[in-house]
């Protein structure tokens, strides 16, 4: 059995570093080595020839048939040619991190967007169309900066903590109504509003190099950085920025 198995191996393996010396335990270690690569080699040709069925056409048509053809990719991973990310069959992942990876341009999340909590996107191709924002209920953190994505409807991640969407061009960003301690960067966006009265619990945020000209703070008590260098401001409102 495996249990006798590992006391056998034990207790060779103890009494082999206390009977042997120095020396005899580095010719030891060699011909351990020879026997070790020699019992590998022979196992890697079995493998190719002796598994059962259409060896490893089975094993092929296996994995692809279970959406994981990606593991036959030599390289390892999810991406593919096209740049497509393969995540149909994950749906217990709560961090997906795909940064700098600008070969990316389609990212299906919808197996997992209900429950993802962390989602940094930076740098990459992911458009409008690869994620719907409005399903991200369990959100915490996103960092979408440097993406194609130019609509950003952020009213239902209640949860969200910190959201980064810097240097991209972007249309329109809605905040959602929360009271949590939030952080918002949305340097240098494009972006001509910005509605932030429904962030009572807006921490810190950075707007700078925007062609805003109104900022609203009265119902953000807890506000403590505020961030809007390059803008076109023409009102700022900070009478609620008891703090």
Do not use: H
């Not at 034990?10 to 270690?29: D, P, Q, R, T």
């Not at 795909?98 to 930076?122: R, W």
């Amino acid at each position: 059995s495996y249990t006798i198995g590992a006391i056998v191996g034990g207790v060779f393996g103890i009494l082999y570093v206390l009977l042997a010396g120095m020396k005899e335990v580095s010719w030891l270690n060699m011909i351990n080595a020879v026997f070790m690569y020699a019992a590998l080699i022979i196992a890697l040709i079995a493998m190719f020839v002796c598994l059962p069925g259409n060896g490893w056409d089975d094993v092929a048509t296996n994995l692809t048939n279970n959406g994981q053809g990606w593991m036959l990719d030599i390289f390892g991973n999810n991406l593919n040619s096209d740049g497509i990310v393969g995540l149909a069959d994950c749906e217990s992942i709560k961090t997906l991190n795909v940064s700098d990876n600008p070969g990316i341009e389609d990212l299906d999340i919808s197996a997992f967007d209900l429950q993802l909590e962390i989602l940094n996107v930076n740098n990459t191709g992911v458009g409008d169309d690869d994620i719907d924002f409005t399903r991200l209920w369990s959100i915490n953190e996103i960092n979408i900066t440097g993406t194609n994505i130019t609509k950003v409807d952020a009213r239902n991640c209640e949860c969200i903590t910190a959201l980064t969407c810097r240097d991209m061009p972007l249309e329109y960003l809605l905040l959602p109504v929360c009271d949590s301690n939030l952080q918002i960067d949305c340097t240098n966006t494009g972006i001509t509003e910005l509605d932030v009265t429904g962030c009572t619990g807006l921490y810190q945020l950075n707007c700078s190099n925007n062609p805003i000209r109104e900022l609203d703070f009265t119902n953000c008590p807890w506000i403590q950085f505020v961030i809007v260098n390059d803008c076109e401001l023409e009102t700022l409102d900070l009478t609620g920025c008891e703090r």
